[in-house]
């Protein structure tokens, strides 16, 4: 089983710009669609953007489309989300995890999470 691990969260001033990474072990994820979901506390988790397992076709939410990318590099295992004109409802815990290409939804395991906090 795909055990995943976000890092790069941190606290960033609106407008500001992160990075997260994801890493995987235990399979590589080369044949895999992957995604970035977030939780805000009290919501419920969202999907943000997912990234088909060749990398040649992507996805986002209306809601960060034009501020946020998806990447991966199959040969380190590790898919990005970067994050651009970041606002302060953009706060909340990100994960990845592999998805299915056809509806974006989970599919398997999550990570244990990254926080991003966008606050002045």
């Known amino acids: 089983q795909v055990q995943l691990v976000e890092s790069g969260g941190g606290l960033v001033q609106p407008g500001g710009s992160l990075r997260l990474s994801c890493t995987a072990s235990?399979?590589?994820?080369?044949?895999?669609?992957m995604g970035w979901f977030r939780q805000a506390p009290g919501k419920v988790r969202e999907f943000v953007a997912a990234?088909?397992?060749?990398?040649?076709?992507?996805y986002y939410a209306n809601s960060v489309k034009g501020r946020f990318t998806i990447s991966r590099d199959n040969a380190k295992n590790t898919v990005y989300l970067q994050m651009s004109s970041l606002k302060p409802e953009d706060t909340a815990v990100y994960y990845c995890?592999?998805?299915?290409?056809?509806?974006?939804?989970?599919?398997?395991?999550w990570g244990q999470g990254t926080q991003v906090t966008v606050s002045s």
């Open positions: 990234i088909r397992y060749s990398g040649d076709s992507t």
């Open positions: 995890s592999v998805v299915n290409w056809r509806d974006y939804s989970n599919y398997g395991s």
């Open positions: 235990g399979r590589t994820l080369s044949s895999y669609a």
